[in-house]
């Protein structure tokens, strides 16, 4: 019987590509890459990781947490939700 190891990349990513300020509120852009187990390692097979990608678009009001995502996954029945919290910073 062999000790069999393996490495997985279980993480996320959220890149924000567009940002515009209107009227006190910042517009944003981002995308998100979430790769997160869909099985738990039993030691004989390998865990199967769920990749997801999202797109979101969202106005922000600075210095309040908003909710920009909100979903389940439906092969683990797990919940993601992201929450942004934006703040103005004034460039002299």
């Known amino acids: ?3 069999r190891r393996c490495s997985i990349d ?3 990513d959220i ?5 515009t300020r209107l009227e006190g509120y910042l517009i944003v852009k981002m995308r998100a890459n979430i790769s997160t ?5 039993d030691g004989v097979n390998p865990p199967q990781v769920s990749h997801s990608v999202l797109s979101i ?3 922000l009001a600075p210095d ?10 439906t092969m683990t029945g797990r919940k993601l939700e992201i929450v942004v919290t934006a703040k103005l910073i004034e460039v002299k």
């Open 64 to 73: 309040k947490p908003t909710v920009v995502y909100s979903g389940s996954d």
């Open 57 to 59: 678009s969202a106005i």
């Open 10 to 12: 279980i993480d996320s």
């Open 15 to 19: 890149d924000i590509y567009s940002v």
């Open 1 to 3: 019987m062999t000790n």
């Open 37 to 41: 187990l869909t099985t738990k390692p």
